[in-house]
């Protein structure tokens, strides 16, 4: 089977991984925004492919028969691009979306729709760690009465302001260290959003043992799709007479 996936997450690349190992002809899209991402078995592309025409029109002249969309859960346009195309290329389509993480017992999250609500939410003088990524933070940054530390893979594109400062940091992320950095920084709010993924869920129980606030930023809806929620229960999903 000759199948497409939109990737950039851990599990896209062991989907691929997977698919190539059993014999299945793979290509892998990256959106070109990280440095170096590790590589998946099986071609790699980069770049955008100009809207859902112009995905559309890949899937036809290429011969692709699935479409996978494993794109990071708040990949909203991505999203709504694949499930257009796959519309119109009638190249059926499987999201994998991994689980999003559950409060735990004794935890301390706020959850909140947005950003703009995590900030507005944040209490005068609070010291933030925010693991958002590396766009949209001038919501945050303009809560001048805080300050911040800016976790995120690639380096920001502006400069900070002066009550930010940035911290480049590639997961996986362990306990040990997410913990040690809460403390040195004497961090009070962790502001994230509901991700899901095993590679930087450590930073939740940090803020757990330490009784830290976790402003967690709910999830995006989504346009309808064929949605599973692991590598395995995608594969099984491939061969199934989707509508």
């Given amino acids: 089977m000759k199948i497409l996936i939109l990737g950039g997450t851990e599990e896209a690349r062991a989907l691929a991984d997977a ?41 036809s002249a290429n011969g692709f028969q699935r479409l996978i969309d494993a794109t990071h859960p708040y990949s909203v346009r991505i999203a709504t691009n ?63 009465d805080c300050s911040f530390v800016v976790r995120s893979i690639e380096p920001l594109e502006k400069p900070l302001p002066v009550h930010a400062r940035s911290l480049i940091a590639r997961p996986p992320f362990f306990v040990g260290g997410e913990t040690e950095l809460m403390k040195d920084e004497g961090i009070t709010h962790l502001i994230t959003k509901n991700s899901g993924g095993v590679q930087t869920e450590a ?39 989707l509508g």
């Avoid at 499930?83 to 017992?105: H, N």
């Fill in 19 to 59: 698919l190539v190992e059993m014999g299945h002809e793979v290509t892998t899209s990256h959106a070109g925004r990280t440095t170096a991402p590790l590589q998946p078995k099986g071609e790699v592309r980069t770049g955008g492919f100009g809207g859902v025409e112009g995905l559309s029109d890949y899937l």
């Fill in 82 to 144: 694949a499930v257009e195309a796959s519309r119109l290329s009638g190249v059926k389509l499987v999201r994998l979306t991994r689980p999003v993480w559950i409060e735990p017992q004794y935890a301390f999250w706020h959850h909140v729709p947005d950003a703009e609500a995590a900030a507005k939410a944040l209490p005068a003088g609070a010291r933030v760690l925010l693991a958002v990524g590396h766009r949209g933070l001038e919501t945050f940054l303009a809560r001048s």
């Fill in 203 to 241: 930073k939740l129980k940090a803020a757990q043992q330490l009784r830290l606030v976790v402003m967690m930023i709910a999830r995006p809806k989504l346009p309808p799709a064929h949605e599973v929620p692991t590598v395995g229960r995608a594969i099984a999903a491939l061969h199934l007479e």
